[in-house]
């Protein structure tokens, strides 16, 4: 029969190979996210490249190392793990897809990216440059629904390819109700530019857009330059929607492009 000290030594033993199974699976899943989130990175150069063949070889590994990680880790619910396989498998159709655009393609990669970054748990998560191309697509609904009564369709476009891009990174990333909040506007919007809202209702749902961007953004980067790496999607989304606008209506879309450059530059020489 065990005597009181060894019952308290058996106990603690216990304790200690218990927490030290699971520090280093927590470990290991943490290197692992790394793993994945510079794996997600080459895979999106791969494809901006029009390297698809070699970003195909990854995406493989790719899979492997993701179900690895996630028995290690056993924290994921099951909404990220849809979420994760649905980034996964939009990357994927990207990659192999011979029938689809190039910048489709690019943009399916970036929600990936985005995706992985959140959990590779990043000091500065990449997510947070979006602020930029967002912030200057609903600036510019802003001054067509000044103008005409209600933005260009090119710009609602474009605003929302923006979002669908980050869409996944956020909604593990923000909070439930902030992530609600904010997806439920995006939905709405959808409606709008669907139908024909007064200039009224569009200066009212601009304003709970900013309001919600804000909110995500407030005080992050906001005097950081846009990554380099970013100038990609910027140029993806314009390369997607200008494809599908007629001549006149890129020639007023080229005039705001222009414009918000022009700012842009503006702002950057006086910081």
Request: negative net charge.
């Amino acid at each position: 029969m065990m005597t009181g000290w060894w019952k308290v030594v058996t106990c603690a033993l216990i304790i200690f190979f218990s927490f030290s199974g699971t520090n280093e699976g927590h470990a290991e899943g943490k290197e692992g996210w790394s793993e994945l989130n510079r794996s997600s990175d080459t895979i999106l150069q791969y494809v901006k490249e029009q390297h698809y063949e070699e970003a195909a070889k990854i995406m493989e590994t790719f899979s492997e190392k993701f179900l690895k990680v996630s028995a290690a880790e056993q924290g994921l619910s099951m909404r990220e793990m849809q979420t994760i396989t649905s980034a996964y498998d939009d990357t994927l159709s990207a990659v192999k897809s011979a029938s689809m655009p190039h910048e489709e393609r690019v943009m399916k990669t970036y929600k990936l990216r985005l995706l992985m970054d959140v959990y590779a748990d990043s000091y500065e998560p990449l997510w947070q440059k979006m602020r930029d191309p967002l912030f200057n697509e609903l600036h510019g609904m802003r001054m067509s629904i000044e103008e005409n009564g209600n933005p260009y369709t090119q710009q609602t476009d474009a605003f929302l390819a923006y979002y669908g891009t980050v869409e996944p990174a956020w909604s593990v990333a923000l909070e439930a109700s902030q992530y609600q909040k904010i997806n439920s506007q995006m939905q709405f919007l959808r409606k709008m530019a669907a139908g024909e809202p007064s200039k009224k209702d569009w200066d009212r749902h601009m304003d709970v857009l900013e309001e919600a961007l804000t909110e995500i953004f407030e005080g992050k980067m906001e005097d950081e330059v846009t990554d380099p790496s970013f100038y990609w999607l910027i140029i993806t989304v314009s390369g997607a929607v200008f494809s599908c606008l007629t001549y006149a209506g890129w020639k007023k879309y080229r005039a705001y492009k222009a414009e918000i450059l022009r700012n842009s530059l503006k702002r950057n020489r006086g910081q």
